[in-house]
């Protein structure tokens, strides 16, 4: 696990310039400086943020998965009590997600066994008995 510098807000706050440009965005602290000309938003946007927290900003425009993953590559640090590691987000449902699936397909092909029978059981019921009247009647 890689593990990062440890930054207070009242430090993030000094980088509050365009040539010098963080914020912090969950607990993350992010140098942004470079991303500023490249960010489609605009770069007004993270200068207007810039050495404070923007999440509640970030959540708001609803950023997709690619811009998530794109801040791992300005990531310079966190908040103290955010100590995370490292990681990408991907489309992996977490392991309690793929353990319920699991339960919910066994489940179903539980039912669907349970109906096959219900289904078949009077069906061959009503087989039998009227081979059973066609042979035994037509004696
Ligand atoms: C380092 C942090 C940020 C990164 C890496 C980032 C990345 C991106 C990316 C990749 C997009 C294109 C759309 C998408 O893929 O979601 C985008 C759009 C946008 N971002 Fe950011 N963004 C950051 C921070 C912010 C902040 C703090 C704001 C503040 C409000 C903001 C406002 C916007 C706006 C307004 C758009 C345009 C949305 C649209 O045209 O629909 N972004 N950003």
Redesign the pocket.
């Known amino acids: 696990m890689k593990m990062e510098e440890v930054f207070t807000l009242s430090q993030v706050a000094r980088h509050n310039l365009k040539q010098d440009c963080w ?1 912090v ?1 969950d607990g993350k602290v ?1 140098d ?1 400086t470079k ?1 500023l000309e490249e ?4 770069e007004d ?2 200068i ?2 810039s050495g404070t927290d ?1 999440t509640k ?2 959540e ?5 998965k ?3 993953n ?2 791992l590559k ?1 990531r310079v640090g966190h908040l103290p009590g955010f100590d995370f590691p490292v990681t990408k987000f991907t489309n992996d449902e977490p392991p309690f997600q793929k353990e319920m699936k699991a339960f919910v397909i066994k489940e179903d092909s539980k039912t669907k066994k349970t109906a096959l029978v219900e289904l078949f059981v009077p069906l061959l019921v009503v087989v039998f008995y009227l081979s059973y009247r066609y042979f035994f009647w037509a004696i």
């Open positions: 914020l965005i992010f942004v991303f960010h489609p938003g605009g946007v993270l207007e943020y923007a900003a970030f708001d425009i609803g950023h997709s690619k811009a998530k794109l801040l300005y």
